[in-house]
Structure formats: structure tokens, C-alpha cells
């Protein structure tokens, strides 16, 4: 495996890991990159780097930001983000990998791409509705920030710092799975 293909991987696994915290937001960063010629995406997703792309993805990130500050609104959005983290981080590993053969391009993209968005994305709202029925929603403003920041953050990392990006994803599912086990309910004696 060349270290082109290692490098892709890295930077689609940190695209999908921060498509668990906001969907859009790292499309629209690919699709910055790849517009300012940062990355080349595989041939039939060259369409991410388009201007239209930049602009939609952008439109998209806006709207979406905004809505996770409203308590309640924030919690509908994440059952309807669940499925779409799920095609989003498959969709940015797809279009990112290098290199592979198609087989093993898709494998990854599910298994890597979508399973990463969709344990980061379940964790997050598990958090967020834990957060609205403490608080009655006055929390969720500050989770959005510290998600929208985690997400930027990876984004950036995972286009100019692929590698860097790699280990950011490795200590946030470490701490999205200890989060998860403090909020799943205790069954059998609490074991």
C-alpha cells in the first residue's frame, strides 16, 4: 500500500469522524480543499470541488450550526442526522481513498467511514438528550459549541494533517465510548 492510499485513509477516516458531530460542515471543508486544489478527490467525486459544491456545503454547514443551538430543535436534528453521519462518513471516505482496489475502497468506506460517523453521531445525541431531559435544553447550546468545535478542528486536521487527524479519531472514540458507557443504563446488577 503506497503512502498516498495510507493518507487518504487517514484523512477519510477524520472527515467521517467529525461527520459525527456535524454532517455538513466536513463536506464543505473537502470540498474547500479539493476547490483550492489541496486535494484530489477519485474521479467520479471530483463534483465535491466544484464552486456549486462549495457554496450548497456551505449553505448546508450554516444552517445546520444554527439549529443545533436551539434546545429541542438540536434533538430532532440529531434523529435525523443519525442515518445521514451514517452516508455522510462512508460518502467522504469513498471519495477520498486512493489507490485501492474498488472492493476494498467500499469495504473501508462502510465499515471505517460510516461506522466511525455513526458511533461518534450516536454518542453525541445520546449526550444531547441526556443533556435535555438534565437541563430542560440550557445545556445543549454548549455541547453544540464543543461539537462544532470538535468537528472543525477534525476537519482542518484531517486536510492538512492527515496522520495528526488519524490519532485525534483514535482519542475521540476512546472518549465517545467511555461517554457511552456512563449513559447506557445499567442492566443485570449494574455489571
Known amino acids: 500500500m503506497s503512502a498516498e492510499s495510507i493518507l487518504s485513509i487517514f484523512l477519510g477516516v477524520g472527515l467521517a469522524a467529525s461527520v459525527g458531530f456535524r454532517v455538513f460542515l466536513p463536506l464543505f471543508v473537502l470540498s474547500l480543499a479539493s476547490y483550492n486544489g489541496l486535494w484530489d478527490l477519485n474521479e467520479s ?4 470541488g466544484s464552486l456549486a459544491a462549495v457554496i450548497t456545503f456551505g449553505v448546508a454547514t450554516l444552517v445546520e450550526l444554527l439549529a443545533y443551538f436551539i434546545p ?3 434533538n430532532l436534528l440529531d434523529s435525523i442526522s443519525l442515518p445521514l453521519a451514517a452516508i455522510a462518513g462512508t460518502a467522504v471516505m469513498v471519495s477520498t481513498v486512493a489507490g485501492l482496489d474498488p ?3 467500499w ?3 462502510i465499515i471505517a467511514g460510516g461506522g466511525t460517523a455513526t458511533a461518534i453521531k450516536g454518542a453525541a445525541a445520546g449526550g444531547r438528550l441526556a443533556s435535555s431531559v438534565g437541563t430542560g435544553g440550557l445545556a445543549n447550546p454548549a455541547i453544540a459549541t464543543l ?3 470538535t468537528a472543525t478542528v ?3 486536521a484531517s486536510v492538512l494533517a492527515p496522520v495528526f487527524a488519524a490519532l485525534l479519531v483514535i482519542i475521540v472514540l476512546a472518549l465517545v465510548f467511555r461517554i457511552y458507557r ?3 443504563p445499567k442492566g443485570n446488577g449494574g455489571r
Request: glycine fraction near 4%; charge should be neutral.
Open 72 to 74: 429541542w430543535v438540536d
Open 103 to 105: 472492493l476494498l475502497t
Open 147 to 149: 461539537e462544532t468545535g
Open 154 to 156: 477534525m476537519s482542518v
Open 45 to 48: 467525486w471530483t463534483w465535491i
Open 107 to 109: 469495504s473501508l468506506a
Open 182 to 184: 456512563k449513559l447506557r
